[in-house]
């Protein structure tokens, strides 16, 4: 009930394509769901966020889909470049919770 | 404003050996968290203090102890140090206590156990 399930666990882009990350989840009562982003050799820091009365949030080249019915949300990645290459956290929580759950993360590589 | 700062960045220990790793946030945060990342397995929360005097359990306890020591500094304890607790551990911190905020993450401390 707790699990965020993430997929894939690595992602070889070229410069210029999307990259498209899922996520899944069970616990309906999440209602925050938020991305972050790690390069190596550094702690993760917050991307982007949604909660699920929206079903799609964009920030620059960043958009999380969300679909509530299939509890599922996704991470999409325009215009890739070089410099997005990190590994990708997708995160779950429920309102009041101190707690944050994580997905394995996925290592995005976006090849020149 | 140095954020969330971890001492040490690297650590190795034999079997057996007790360490303490620090952390600290100069940002007024109320709650603190300790995670560890293993390769494969995401960031798994160990402990987390919601505000100072706190603290509760989280995913994989066993092993660790914490103490938030005032509202800046969370402490995480290893015991025995056993080689499964060879990992890469973060501390992170958030402003307010029971409302969604981001996480703000350390740069964490690489723990090697022999």
């Known amino acids: 009930q707790q699990q965020v399930k993430q997929s894939p666990q690595s992602l070889i882009v070229q410069k210029g394509g999307i990259s498209i990350i899922n996520c899944a989840y069970e616990n309906t009562a999440f209602d925050y769901f938020p991305w972050y982003q790690q390069f190596p050799g550094k702690g993760p820091a917050l991307l982007i966020a949604i909660r699920p009365d929206v079903s799609e949030k964009k920030e620059g080249r960043f958009t999380i889909s969300f679909n509530k019915s299939a509890k599922q949300f996704s991470l999409h990645i325009m215009d890739s470049q070089p410099g997005d290459s990190a590994t990708y956290f997708c995160a779950a929580s429920i309102g009041g919770s101190e707690k944050l759950v994580f997905g394995k993360g996925t290592k995005l590589t976006v090849n020149p | 404003n140095a954020g969330v700062t971890q001492t040490p960045k690297f650590q190795v220990l034999k079997t057996g050996q007790s360490m303490t790793l620090q952390c600290a946030q100069d940002m007024n945060h109320n709650s603190m968290y300790w995670y560890r990342q293993d390769p494969g397995m995401g960031l798994r929360l160990i402990y987390y203090?919601?505000?100072?005097?706190?603290?509760d359990k989280g995913e994989v306890p066993n092993g660790y102890n914490v103490s938030r020591l005032n509202k800046r500094e969370f402490s995480l304890r290893l015991e025995s140090a056993a080689p499964s607790q060879t990992s890469v551990y973060f501390c992170?911190?958030?402003?307010?206590?029971?409302?969604?905020?981001?996480?703000?993450f350390g740069p964490g401390t690489r723990l090697t156990v022999t």
């Open positions: 992170a911190s958030t402003p307010r206590t029971g409302i969604h905020r981001e996480q703000y």
């Open positions: 203090s919601a505000s100072e005097g706190t603290t």
